[in-house]
């Protein structure tokens, strides 16, 4: 007998209470104890309320409803038959909801989850007597309004969520018996003020975050009763005038302070005495135009310090402590011309970003004790000349981009750099590395370099990244990549290179990733790319590749995810139907042939057609005699005249700009042409009257010849119209 009823205890504490098909229960047991139960309803589609379940002897440990479901109402008494601990409603398009919802589990819940539901209006006894709840998130809703009594004898809640919703205010009385409150998340509503007793019980709040909402004022004593606070989110609102001490002195604890994106104009000296356990500050995107001597002195802890995007024209001297503990200083996108002597007492300093400022020098005088900076911006400045070489000294990371420095040489042997960005400066040749062995990342894509030698990294044997686009590179030598056998990325876009040497990438075994494209490569050795064995990416287009054999790619067609050959005016003749097996890797609405010419014809066609071309096996190589007979069998889809105009004026203006050093408002056009490539494939053609062949070199001649007669013409007007004027005078 006794038996017996323990078997009937264990099955009727075990029955899955669920009663629609779409739910379902599962467990999970657990050592020394009785194994818990899960129920999911999933995939329910749109119902009209949550589904019945029948009554369960046993507690339930969470109830989940969602994935591809919507609930409209969650109607009385809803779970008052499931006994779980927690409920996960999230996501389900809840609109209404009834009072006394969660009835039945006054003793039993203690997490509800209603986020990111279609919410507007909250019935007072929603959580009515559900005195062990701990935490409850009504995120992500519509509610614009709570009623006082909303959270009434919730001493056990510890976290309370109400983000992104429509509050403009709540009630003072709201929150006055949630006492053992520990994150509260406000932010993302339409809150003007914060009274000064709204708060007032909540004497164990660790988390507040108001931001993004409309505070433009806040009490003096809104934070009185928070000794406790650590983190403390401001950002996004509209506080204006000086932050004074009287906001922050009684937060003893605060660790996290976030005051960014508001309009504070100005900081006493003693904004922050009270908070000596400050370890981080965000003040940016204010309107900060100077700090006074001896703001963060008391602050001792003090480890990130954000400035960034203010009116700041300089730094005092003592901004900080002699004990201060600052690693991370950002005072980017501001207005400072120097950087005077505050570094001095910043010891323990890791990364200083100064870019986007209107600093003309930088000595390395200023960063004399700062040994242990390893990050340095300094982008989009105004500095000038050759850089020290001595700053690098300990530096890991660099970036001077956006500045005007003509040459960098790195002397000193014991440079731990890892990453030198030198990008839009006027370096003509690169710079000298003899002593970084530990870069791995170099770019000096926009400057005037115009070669690459055998010694430029000779010792840069870590190198995985270099990027030389945009400069004016026209020959690189044999052994100039030698060595970079972990080299992986690899960007020459934008150069003058008109041929590769054989083997030049022979010791890069690791390189995936090369972009050559908007050169001048008429031709691609058979042995180019032997040395790479996993070669995943290879940019060609916009050369003056008129052939493209297999033979030519055989090397790394093994490998290759993605190869681009477009905007060449590649000739049409079976040596290309290879590309044909390989559509997945070649854009079939920019990869275009033509038939033979000099400068540009009147129909190309696209190498790429819908249906396999056909050409003879033997013809491989060849050039047959009947270039028409021979397009058409290729390939009969034409290519718009657009595509046929931005191709061969690129290539026309590249060379002119190579030869004659063209004024660069001509070049100006060709930073669209591709754009006229976007909607190419469906474009009507149009039949275009076939030119006379010139040669570049005429070309380039006559351009020469219209601007010196343009001139002339230019002369003759201007003393022709003075000449009218004296006689007018005269007269």
């Avoid at 038959?81 to 999230?90: C, D, M, N, S």
């Avoid at 433009?216 to 950002?235: C, G, K, V």
């Avoid at 890892?418 to 370096?427: D, G």
């Avoid at 230019?714 to 009218?724: E, K």
Wanted: charged share 15%; with cysteine.
């Amino acid at each position: 007998m006794l038996q017996l009823v323990l078997l009937l205890t264990v099955a009727m504490t075990s029955a899955c209470p669920v009663l629609d098909s779409r739910c379902s229960c599962s467990y999970v047991d657990q050592p020394h104890s009785n194994r818990l139960q899960f129920i999911s309803c999933l995939n329910m589609g749109l119902i009209q309320q949550v589904p019945a379940f029948d009554v369960s002897y046993a507690e339930t440990e969470r109830l989940t409803i969602g994935l591809n479901t919507t609930v409209v109402r969650l109607q009385s008494q809803a779970f008052a038959y499931v006994k779980a601990r927690h409920l996960t409603l999230r996501g389900l398009s809840v609109t209404v909801v009834d009072h006394l919802v969660f009835s039945g589990l006054e003793q039993i819940t203690i997490s509800i989850d209603l986020g990111d539901n279609n919410i507007s209006h909250l019935p007072y006894d929603t959580f009515f007597r559900l005195s062990r709840l701990t935490t409850i998130k009504l995120d992500a809703n519509r509610i614009a309004t709570l009623d006082h009594s909303t959270f009434r004898f919730m001493s056990q809640l510890s976290h309370l969520n109400l983000a992104n919703n429509l509050l403009q205010q709540l009630p003072t009385s709201i929150l006055r018996d949630t006492i053992n409150l520990q994150t509260l998340r406000l932010h993302g509503n339409r809150i003007t003020t914060i009274s000064q007793n709204m708060l007032a019980n909540l004497r164990n709040l660790e988390m507040l975050d108001l931001s993004d909402n409309r505070l433009a004022a806040i009490s003096p004593d809104a934070f009185a009763s928070q000794t406790n606070l650590r983190r403390l989110s401001l950002s996004g609102n509209m506080i204006t005038g000086t932050l004074t001490s009287s906001l922050l002195r009684q937060l003893g604890k605060l660790i996290k302070l976030n005051l960014s994106r508001n309009y504070v104009s100005a900081l006493t000296s003693n904004a922050f005495q009270g908070c000596r356990q400050l370890t981080l500050v965000d003040l940016s995107s204010n309107r900060l135009t100077r700090i006074q001597p001896g703001t963060f002195n008391a602050t001792t802890a003090l480890e990130r310090v954000n400035l960034s995007a203010n009116v700041i024209q300089s730094v005092p001297d003592d901004l900080f402590g002699a004990n201060n503990s600052v690693a991370v200083l950002d005072l980017s996108n501001s207005v400072l011309t120097g950087i005077g002597r505050f570094l001095y007492k910043v010891l323990h300093l890791r990364r200083l970003d100064l870019s986007k400022n209107f600093t003309t020098e930088m000595r390395s005088s200023s960063f004399t004790n700062s040994p242990n900076l390893v990050y340095l911006d300094v982008r989009d400045n105004r500095l000038q000349g050759p850089w020290n070489g001595r700053l690098l000294l300990r530096l890991e990371e660099l970036k001077i981009d956006g500045n005007n420095i003509t040459q960098l040489e790195v002397e000193n042997s014991a440079v731990s750099l890892t990453r030198l960005t030198l990008s839009s400066n006027t370096i003509t040749s690169l710079p000298r590395l003899f002593h970084a062995p530990a870069l791995k990342l170099l770019d000096t894509s926009d400057n005037n370099i115009s070669r690459v030698t055998d010694t430029n990294f000779a010792c840069c044997r870590n190198l995985h990244q270099l990027r030389l686009a945009s400069n004016r590179i026209n020959s690189i030598s044999d052994g100039a990549f030698r060595g970079l056998s972990v080299l992986t990325e690899l960007d020459l876009a934008d150069n003058r290179l008109s041929s590769l040497s054989a083997k030049l990438f022979a010791s890069c075994i690791a390189l995936s990733v090369v972009n050559l494209s908007r050169n001048l490569l008429t031709a691609i050795d058979v042995v180019t790319f032997v040395g790479p064995a996993s070669l995943r990416e290879l940019d060609l287009s916009w050369n003056r590749l008129t052939t493209l054999t297999i033979n030519l790619m055989r090397e790394v067609l093994v490998t290759l995810e993605r190869l681009s050959v477009s905007a060449n005016p590649l000739h049409c003749d079976c040596g290309l139907t290879w590309l044909a097996t390989y559509t997945v890797l070649v854009d079939r609405n920019t990869t275009i042939c033509c038939a033979r010419h000099d400068v540009r014809p009147a129909v190309c066609h696209y190498v790429i057609c819908r249906t396999r071309a056909i050409c003879p096996a033997t013809a491989t190589n060849s050039t047959p005699s009947d270039s028409t007979d021979y397009v058409s069998s290729l390939c009969s889809q034409s290519v718009s005249s657009s595509l046929i105009a931005a191709v061969f004026q690129h290539h026309w203006l590249k060379t002119t700009s190579v030869f004659g050093e063209m004024t660069t408002s001509v070049l100006a056009d060709d930073n669209v042409l591709p754009s006229l490539t976007t909607s190419v494939e469906n474009s009507s053609t149009t039949s275009i009257q076939c030119r006379t062949a010139w040669s570049s070199a005429n070309n380039a001649n006559y351009v020469i010849v219209i601007a010196v007669v343009v001139f002339i013409l230019n002369v003759y007007m201007c003393i022709y119209r003075f000449s009218s004027l004296l006689w007018f005078l005269y007269l």
